[in-house]
């Protein structure tokens, strides 16, 4: 991604295509509002959308914007404004010098309303990955105000989710792209979400360690490390996913506990940190893991049930784990697992991953085909016989 090309588009005159693969599958243009011009305008115009502009909603509420009724994590739509020097307000000339007024920071005292320019509130891209999120952030890593015009690619039968025609219409007007995963990736490479909250003494069966929370603007849940000090500048690292079945009920179902047992070991004698997330089920939650625990009784494998439920094979992400480490002061690790995907994500983001260490557990009669399915669907390298 080369964000000084993409800058220097807008800079030209030209929108974003931002398309959101996973949440809506839509796509938006998406142009700085402090540089709206007539021309911009009606360009976003012709892809026959609404035309809005995003602000953080903080601030609208701050400046005497006020809220229209939504539901809650839908859309926050804001009372639409005019600037109060134009003559209908409706005119791309007269939208544009709306969308640059409100850039500007000025109260709603300098609007009438309602107007033609809708205007739409971000609660944080933490929180809501929606286009207005986006585009604000969007707007903020080229170097512009949090301010956006956005406006939904309508196909030529009004449909705004078909990626193909949006991507043509981006080509035809040579128009820069991104998706909202990438946006993301940046979003969490480029800020630091996760804090550290409170470090304790942790005396466990393997050895002393310290227990370490976060405050999490991640993904907001409670995951914590484990922590063997001195671990050095490349540290032996686990990333373990919250197993209440294996871990704390010792079922044998799964390889878990053995597996969190003999990671705990190895970092009590060699120093590094445990971390322990709070992604049930591969990230589908202890009511859903126990639904699919249901469904392989019925012959299904833990992939099959899965996907029978609406999920992928392994819903899990990694950035909260890469955010943590970060906040521990840690650059460069050595991980201890079966899964490459783990490595892989991790280096997506922006962790030198300099080893991979194996990740043992138990194998019983109950477990065989749950590694067996790891090796084969997953491509998990399990170091052991199966």
Known sequence: MNWEEIRKAVLDGKPIVLIDDGREFEADLVFPAETASSEVVSFMLSTKG??????????????????LPSKEGETNFLIPVDYRETFTGITAEERALTARKIAEGLGI???RYPGHLQILGGVGFSRRKGHTEGSLELMERLGFKRYALIIEILNDEGDSHDREFALAFAEEHGLPVITMDELWEEFVRRKQLIMVYANARLPTRYGDFRIVSFDNEVDFKEHVAIVKEPYGEVPLVRIH?????GDTLTSLKCDCGSQLANALRMIAQEGGILLYMDQEGRGIGLKEKIKAYELQEDGLDTVEANEVLGYRADERTYEAAFQMLRALGVSR?????????????????????VGIVPAPGEVTEHNRLYLKVKAEKLDHRIPFEI
């Open 109 to 111: 005292e300098a609007f």
């Open 50 to 67: 609404l035309l809005c502009l995003t602000m953080d909603m903080e601030q609208a509420l701050e400046r005497g914007f006020f809220p």
């Open 333 to 353: 690790i050595r991980l201890i697992t079966n899964n490459p995907r783990k490595a892989e994500a991790l280096e997506e983001l922006g962790m030198e991953v």
């Open 241 to 245: 996913s919250k197993c209440l079945t």
